[in-house]
């Protein structure tokens, strides 16, 4: 057996191992982690055997019962558990744990456990009693749903429909994440969903830009175009999420465009959770996702305005629990509001003392990883799953702009209007930029109707990688290669 470096850990009942990822592990997932006894957790979600460390700068491993953990180099393959296991035995052969600020062990910066009455056991037991009052919430939705009784049925309980805000780097995907774990252990099949443009989330926001809902019962069929939006049969997950594209990361840019996508988000899950409670007595996964609820994070804006967005995020999509990790004045200022009415309750949950501020390059990797992982690449420089070559002259690029009538531009006495989005016709792309693919009913309506609402406002199919251009000869030559997440023509 070849010698490789690693490290072994104990971890006590109710502790938890913070662990700081270097950029280059947080990309291409370096390090895993093995469970030599005992059970632990990343997320809510149990570890297996060997688990290569999640694409995350900063990681919580808990556990509830006790655990031995060995991190180590990914390429190394641990195997089955046994006698005959090199690896696994001399690692239980090992009296002591290693120290961990003495073992140099590529991709790991830095690692500590957290005291075992510390905040992290304030902060698990907290989520937990969070999903707890959840359950108690979807259990009364299941029940009032399953009714046949006509004038029960006009007063549905609803479901819990969750919102989490708080700062930047403040724990809410995590936290999202966590609960999501959670719901899923127990049978649940609750909607996910993201409203922050800033963040990329493997599996529902891959790009950033973007606000995204997905399905983990049934999934979206025709996902991406609103108007034909409706409940699969499928009994599998989702295979797209529902994707609005904003085109910037920085809702100071366009707040109008971002609230108009948020309304529009509302519209659509209110569709499908309207189409989920009418089949929810013959449908069982009807019944379990309209029962289940909604997950979904919030913005990071925390000012003034960012509160104002949080009160229209939560009439839109139609909260009723809303979570504030660590944020004293968004706390007060959304239980002030929302005292005097039982339908939304407002919920402070403190920040994780392992909650760290990420560094721009550890951001960036993560950002790029989510865009890989969408292409199915898995090393920079990979051709992924598909590549598209089109011609030039048969695309229709836009590019969407913005155009905002600020306060100070109206006449006095008259309310700020809705921002507008302008579009302008493109000639060509950039190598390395990610486009977004439309419908063909929103470039339908588009081309013949000239209706540009039906681009911006209109959700997309989803994306393309521009991974090469080349030059013809004559009027509109030229090709653009493009990485495509699947085989196939483009939709529209």
């Known amino acids: 057996m070849s010698a490789f470096k690693s490290v072994k850990l104990t971890l006590l009942p109710s502790s938890e191992l913070r662990l700081s990822l270097s950029a280059s592990s947080v990309s291409s997932q370096i390090l895993s982690v093995t469970v030599l006894s005992g059970s632990a957790e990343i997320f809510g979600t149990e570890l297996g055997l060997t688990t290569k460390l999640p694409t995350s700068s900063n990681l919580p491993i808990f556990t509830y019962y006790g655990c031995q953990l060995l991190i180590h180099p990914s390429e190394v393959e641990v195997g089955e558990p046994g006698p005959e296991n090199e690896i696994i035995q001399d690692a239980l052969s090992r009296e002591d744990d290693d120290d961990i600020d003495e073992v140099e062990l590529e991709g790991l910066e830095d690692a500590y456990i957290a005291a075992k009455d510390?905040?992290?056991?304030?902060?698990?037991?907290?989520?937990?009693?969070?999903?707890?009052?959840?359950?108690?919430?979807?259990?009364?939705?299941?029940?009032?749903?399953?009714?046949?009784?006509?004038?029960?049925?006009?007063?549905?309980?609803?479901?819990?429909?969750?919102?989490?805000?708080?700062?930047?780097?403040?724990?809410?995907?995590?936290?999202?994440?966590?609960?999501?774990?959670?719901?899923?252990?127990?049978?649940?099949?609750?909607?996910?969903?993201?409203?922050?443009?800033?963040?990329?989330?493997?599996?529902?926001?891959?790009?950033?830009?973007?606000?995204?809902?997905?399905?983990?019962?049934?999934?979206?069929?025709?996902?991406?175009y609103v108007d034909s939006f409706e409940v699969s049969s499928a009994s599998g997950p989702g295979t797209s999420p529902l994707t609005f594209f904003y085109g910037s990361t920085d809702l100071k840019k366009n707040e109008g465009f971002y609230k108009e996508l948020v309304e529009r988000m509302g519209e659509s899950l209110a569709k499908r959770e309207r189409a989920c409670e009418e089949k929810a007595v013959t449908s069982p996964h009807a019944l379990n996702e309209a029962s289940s609820g909604l997950i979904c994070m919030a913005s990071e804006r925390v000012d003034a305005a960012g509160v104002k967005l949080h009160l229209h995020t939560i009439e839109k999509l139609r909260i009723n629990v809303v979570i504030v990790l660590g944020h004293d004045s968004v706390y007060n200022k959304l239980s002030k509001k929302f005292a005097d009415q039982d339908k939304v309750k407002v919920i402070k949950l403190p920040k994780s003392g392992g909650v760290m501020k990420k560094e721009?390059?550890?951001?960036?990797?993560?950002?790029?990883?989510?865009?890989?992982?969408?292409?199915?690449?898995?090393?920079?420089?990979?051709?992924?799953?598909s590549i598209v070559t089109k011609p030039l002259m048969d695309l229709d690029i836009i590019k969407m702009e913005s155009v905002a009538v600020g306060g100070t531009m109206l006449p006095v006495g008259q309310a700020e209007v809705s921002t507008n989005v302008n579009l302008k016709k493109l000639d060509s792309l950039t190598q390395n930029s990610i486009v977004g693919i439309c419908h063909p009913k929103a470039a339908a309506e588009y081309n013949e109707l000239g209706s540009a609402e039906s681009i911006y406002k209109g959700s997309i199919a989803g994306f393309l990688h521009v991974k090469s251009l080349t030059e013809g000869d004559g009027e509109g030559g030229g090709n653009i290669v493009f990485m495509s997440p699947c085989e196939g023509t483009l939709p529209s």
């Open 118 to 224: 510390g905040d992290s056991v304030i902060t698990s037991i907290n989520i937990v009693n969070t999903h707890a009052q959840l359950e108690v919430m979807r259990d009364t939705a299941r029940r009032s749903l399953m009714s046949t009784n006509e004038a029960a049925k006009e007063e549905v309980n609803p479901s819990p429909r969750v919102l989490i805000v708080g700062d930047t780097d403040s724990g809410k995907a995590s936290l999202m994440k966590t609960l999501t774990s959670y719901a899923l252990k127990i049978g649940r099949q609750p909607l996910v969903c993201s409203i922050n443009p800033k963040r990329a989330i493997g599996g529902l926001s891959n790009v950033e830009g973007c606000l995204s809902a997905r399905s983990l019962s049934g999934g979206f069929k025709d996902a991406a």
């Open 360 to 385: 721009a390059a550890v951001r960036s990797a993560s950002v790029s990883r989510c865009a890989r992982s969408y292409f199915g690449v898995d090393k920079a420089g990979a051709p992924g799953r």
